[in-house]
C-alpha cells in the first residue's frame, strides 16, 4: 500500500480528524469568508477516504429492496392520524367554510385558487397546471430511490451532508442517509415536488408565511419566516407538512455549492401566543435534523418578545447540539447588520433592499413541457446514461482505493468529477419534466441553474 494509503488507514479510526478544522460560525461571518472545508470539491485525504467508504457502502446495496437495508428508525414528529385530519379538514371545507387571508379560504389550494381567477392550461385535460404525477423511482430498489433523493444535485453533495451530520462515522451515516431515503418515500416527496406550488395551500402561499430572498454575508440564500402570520387553525396538520417539505426541496434549488445552506430569520416581530405552534416546530426541529441534515447555515432569532426565553428553554433540548449552536438572538436590527450585509437586508429591518414580498401565481402554460410524455423520457434516458457512467466510475474510485493504487484513484477521482458536472446537467434537463415551476422561477431569481436575487430587489436611490 503506498504512502497515502497507508496514512489513512492509520488514521481510519480517528473520523474526529475530518472535519476538525471547521471554523466557528460567528468566525466565519466576522470574517465574511464562508468556511468550505468538508463540502464537495473540498476535501481532505481523509475525507475522500470516508466518502469513498460511503459510496462502497452503498454501491454494495443498490440492487436490495429498500426496506431490506437496515437504517436509523423513522420517527413521526408529532403522532396523528393523517386520513383522518385530512378528512376533518375537507368536511370543514365543505360545511362551515371560512377565509383566511385575502379571499384564501381554509383547506383551498393554489390550484383551487387558479381554477376560480380563470388560470387553466390547455395542455390539462380539465384545464389543470400540472398533468397527473407519475412516479420517477422505477422499482422498489434502494438505488432507484437514492438517485431520486439525488435528483439535480452532485451525487456526492447529498452524502456529504450525511456524512458532516454524523461526524464521519461511515456507519452511522449510511443508516441516517437510508432512513431519510425511506422518509422521503413514504412522504411521497417527489410528488410534492412535481406538483409544486400548485398543491400547497393558498393561504401560507398568499401570506407568505416563510419565503427565501436575497443572501448573507456568507452568500447563504436568506430564508425569512415571519411567526406572526401563522395560526395553526389556518390550515391543517398535512397541509402544512405538504409546505414545509415543499419549501425545503425548493430551496435546495437556490443552493450551488460550495454554498449549500441558508440562514434562517425566524422574525418574531408581533408574536404572541397565538402564534405558537408546538407540531409545527416538532416537525420542522426533527426534518431538518434527521431528514434535511446540514442544510441550516445559521439561524437567527429576531425580535423575540420579552417571555420567549421561557419558550426557548423548552426547544433548545430538542435540538442537536450542532444546529443549537447555529441559533443567535438580534434584538434590534442593527444586530442583523453582522450577518447581512445592507444592500441584502430588507428595509423593514433596517436594510437598503424596498423589497416587500408578494405571491406570483402561476402562469397558464408555464408547466406544458411537464405534459411532454417523450420529452420526458428522452430526458430521462439521457440522464440514466449518464449516471451508469458515474456508478461505473464510482466503482473503480472505490477498488482503487481499496486496493491502495494511488494513480488509479486519482484518475478515477477526475473522471467522477467530470461526470457528475455532466449528471447534473443532464438531471436538470430531466428536472423541466418533472418538478412544477414555482415562485422563484416566476420571478427570474433562479434561471438555468443560477440565481439573481437582484431580479425582485429594489434598494433606496
Not at 145 to 172: I, Q, T, Y
Not at 178 to 205: C, F, P, Q
Not at 293 to 303: F, H, K, S
Not at 311 to 321: A, F, M, N, R
Amino acid at each position: 500500500m503506498s504512502g497515502l494509503f497507508k496514512a489513512i488507514s492509520r488514521q481510519r479510526s480517528q473520523v474526529d480528524m475530518a472535519g476538525s478544522g471547521r471554523e466557528p460560525i460567528l468566525a466565519q461571518y466576522s470574517k465574511g469568508r464562508l468556511d468550505k472545508s468538508g463540502v464537495y470539491d473540498n476535501l481532505s485525504p481523509i475525507e475522500e477516504n470516508l466518502l469513498a467508504d460511503l459510496w462502497e457502502r452503498f454501491l454494495d446495496a443498490l440492487d436490495t429492496p429498500l426496506a431490506a437495508v437496515p437504517s436509523d428508525a423513522i420517527v413521526r414528529p408529532i403522532e396523528y392520524d393523517e386520513e383522518a385530519d385530512r378528512k376533518r379538514a375537507q368536511h370543514t371545507q365543505d360545511t362551515a367554510p371560512f377565509e383566511v387571508f385575502e379571499g384564501c379560504m381554509f383547506n383551498e389550494t393554489v390550484a383551487d385558487k387558479c381554477t376560480q381567477l380563470g388560470i387553466v392550461s390547455e395542455a390539462g385535460a380539465d384545464g389543470e397546471l400540472v398533468p397527473p404525477y407519475e412516479s420517477q423511482i422505477s422499482d422498489e430498489t434502494l438505488g432507484s430511490a437514492l438517485w431520486a433523493v439525488v435528483r439535480e444535485d452532485h451525487p456526492d453533495v447529498l452524502l456529504l451532508r450525511f456524512l458532516r451530520a454524523r461526524k464521519w462515522d461511515v456507519d452511522k451515516a449510511f443508516k441516517m442517509a437510508v432512513a431519510a431515503i425511506k422518509w422521503r418515500v413514504h412522504e411521497r416527496v417527489e410528488e410534492i415536488i412535481w406538483y409544486g406550488d400548485t398543491h400547497n395551500d393558498a393561504s401560507l402561499m398568499w401570506k407568505g408565511v416563510s419565503y427565501a430572498h436575497g443572501k448573507d454575508r456568507l452568500g447563504q440564500p436568506i430564508v425569512w419566516s415571519g411567526s406572526c402570520l401563522h395560526h395553526q387553525k389556518d390550515q391543517s396538520y398535512p397541509q402544512l407538512k405538504r409546505y414545509l417539505i415543499w419549501m425545503m426541496e425548493t430551496l435546495r434549488t437556490l443552493l450551488v455549492t460550495p454554498v449549500e445552506r441558508v440562514c434562517l430569520i425566524m422574525d418574531l416581530s408581533d408574536h404572541s401566543n397565538a402564534n405558537m405552534d408546538w407540531p409545527f416546530v416538532k416537525t420542522f426541529i426533527k426534518f431538518l435534523e434527521a431528514y434535511y441534515p446540514e442544510c441550516l447555515g445559521l439561524c437567527v432569532v429576531y425580535n423575540g418578545p420579552w417571555w420567549f426565553s421561557g419558550v426557548w428553554k423548552l426547544i433548545s433540548p430538542l435540538l442537536d447540539p450542532v444546529v443549537a449552536s447555529k441559533v443567535q438572538f438580534a434584538s434590534k436590527p442593527d444586530a442583523l447588520l453582522k450577518f447581512i450585509d445592507p444592500q441584502e437586508l430588507l428595509e423593514s429591518r433596517g436594510g437598503l433592499d424596498k423589497y416587500a414580498y408578494e405571491y406570483v401565481k402561476p402562469q397558464a402554460e408555464e408547466n406544458k413541457l411537464m405534459f411532454d410524455t417523450e420529452g420526458r423520457q428522452a430526458a430521462s434516458t439521457a440522464l440514466d446514461k449518464v449516471r451508469e457512467q458515474f456508478v461505473q466510475a464510482t466503482r473503480e474510485w472505490t477498488d482503487a482505493k481499496e486496493g491502495g493504487d494511488d494513480d488509479a484513484f486519482a484518475r478515477a477521482s477526475r473522471e467522477r468529477k467530470e461526470l457528475s458536472d455532466k449528471y447534473r446537467l443532464a438531471a436538470k434537463e430531466k428536472d423541466k419534466y418533472t418538478r412544477a415551476r414555482h415562485f422563484y422561477t416566476r420571478t427570474g431569481v433562479l434561471a438555468d441553474g443560477k440565481v439573481d436575487w437582484s431580479k425582485v430587489q429594489r434598494h433606496k436611490e
